[in-house]
């Protein structure tokens, strides 16, 4: 029987997969191997993704596994220079054990973090197809070469809410339990979650109990400072992304249309959440009364919920849970934030990541915690949000 109180393993609520180059072209027919996303090589630029008539390549600061910091470069990097375990679920098992990462839950790269790729596609039925056999590889093949080493991440056809809810049923089905969202959708020409039009998507997670998983970065947007800001400073500040997903999200009415409803901001860190909640009371606090008229101010927009009932921070406790690497101000403030709502993640292989040491990164994290805590923290809470049951931990591990 597994252990579940162990706290030598964690449970890593965001990775990345690097698709290997035979991803679609071995699920298609053979007149179609060109019209999917593909590899082709270029003499000059080297290994090149292809589809829809455009070349994406890969970023080395996706697929830093193995190196040191010294070495970290966005420059473009092929296959033959990353690690094998970033694209290959076997392998990606072996650096798992050796960092003491017992289960992962990974978004797509090529795709961008909720399948821009396919949204901005010319051909949206084939690129359904194209998304369809993303998701069947992911539960198939990702997921199904180490059954409960992975929390399947299915994409949804974000340009039409009524398939998207089938492709949901369709998966849920088989298991999968969270899908890929925007951030802010009106980044990508879509409709703001306050909108009617993502009702069918909004209503099958809240049936299916599937979890609204939000990486930072999905809006395919990158806030700046200002024009001239470096981009380090850039970096530093991308929090303000995920708080202002949270915000919306909390103001929406959602949650309270959707009971069920659970958000999950990946890569987000939380050790800013309590002081945004603590703000979202000192706004409802003052400004509820003119709001609650119907009062407009500029051009901003208002919504129905009801500003003298709503309790922020427990709905905040019932919905929204927080993803931290290294996040000490998060732990420090568990019990504003609460220990139900943190869940830790590894980031591999990506250059935030802390493999290989990852256990001890994550331990030294939640020291001051209770055991009871901790537990849920590096495992527990993911384990509960997603309704997911890991694998047997190995006997032995290197990290051990």
């Known amino acids: 029987m597994t252990d579940t109180r162990s706290l030598d393993w964690l449970i890593s609520v965001d990775d990345h997969i690097l698709e290997p180059a ?27 993704w292809v589809y829809d008539g455009k070349s994406h390549r890969t970023t080395g600061l996706s697929a830093v596994a193995g190196k040191s910091k010294e070495e970290f470069s966005p420059e473009p990097v092929s296959y033959s220079q990353m690690r094998r375990a970033c694209y290959d679920p076997v392998a990606r098992v072996e650096d798992m054990n050796r960092a003491g990462i017992l289960a ?6 090529l795709t961008r973090f909720c399948g821009q790729l396919f949204y901005e596609a010319s051909d949206r039925d084939f690129a359904l197809t194209c998304l369809k056999i993303y998701n069947d590889w992911l539960i198939e093949d990702w997921c199904g070469s180490a059954p409960g080493r992975y929390i399947p991440l299915m994409l949804i056809p974000l340009w ?13 089905a088989r298991g999968v339990t969270t899908f890929a969202f925007s951030e802010e959708p009106t980044k990508l020409g879509l409709p703001s979650i306050h909108d009617p039009y993502w009702a069918p ?46 915000l919306d999200w909390l103001f929406s009415g959602l949650f309270t249309r959707y009971p069920n409803l659970k958000i999950a901001l990946s890569e987000g860190e939380a050790g800013w959440i309590p002081y945004f909640l603590e703000r979202a009371e000192q706004v409802i606090d003052k400004q509820r009364h003119w709001v609650s008229k119907g009062v407009q101010f ?25 993803c931290i690497i290294e996040d000490h101000h998060s732990i420090a403030s568990i019990d504003v934030i609460g220990e139900d709502n943190i869940m830790v993640e590894t980031d591999y292989p990506h250059s935030d990541s802390t493999w290989p040491d990852s256990i001890e990164v994550a331990k030294k994290l939640v020291a001051p ?32």
């Open 22 to 48: 035979n991803l679609w072209v071995d699920r298609v027919p053979a007149k179609d191997r060109e019209r999917v996303p593909h590899m082709v090589k270029d003499d000059q630029l080297g290994e090149i």
């Open 201 to 246: 998507v909004f209503a099958a997670a809240n049936d299916l109990g599937m979890v609204v998983s939000m990486h930072v970065g999905s809006s395919s947007n990158i806030p700046k400072i200002s024009e001239s800001a470096p981009f380090m400073a850039n970096l530093a500040w991308g929090a303000i992304r995920t708080s202002g997903a949270m």
């Open 369 to 400: 915690l209770t055991p009871e805590q901790q537990y849920k923290v590096l495992r527990g809470n993911a384990e509960r949000l997603y309704r997911f049951t890991p694998a047997e931990p190995p006997r032995t591990a290197a990290h051990g």
């Open 160 to 172: 039409d809410p009524q398939l998207a809810a089938k492709e949901m049923q369709r998966c849920a």
């Open 298 to 322: 500029s051009d901003y927009a208002n919504n129905d919920v009801d500003l003298f009932s709503l309790d922020i921070r427990q709905l905040f406790r019932d919905h929204v849970h927080g």
């Open 104 to 109: 992962s839950l990974c978004f797509p790269s």
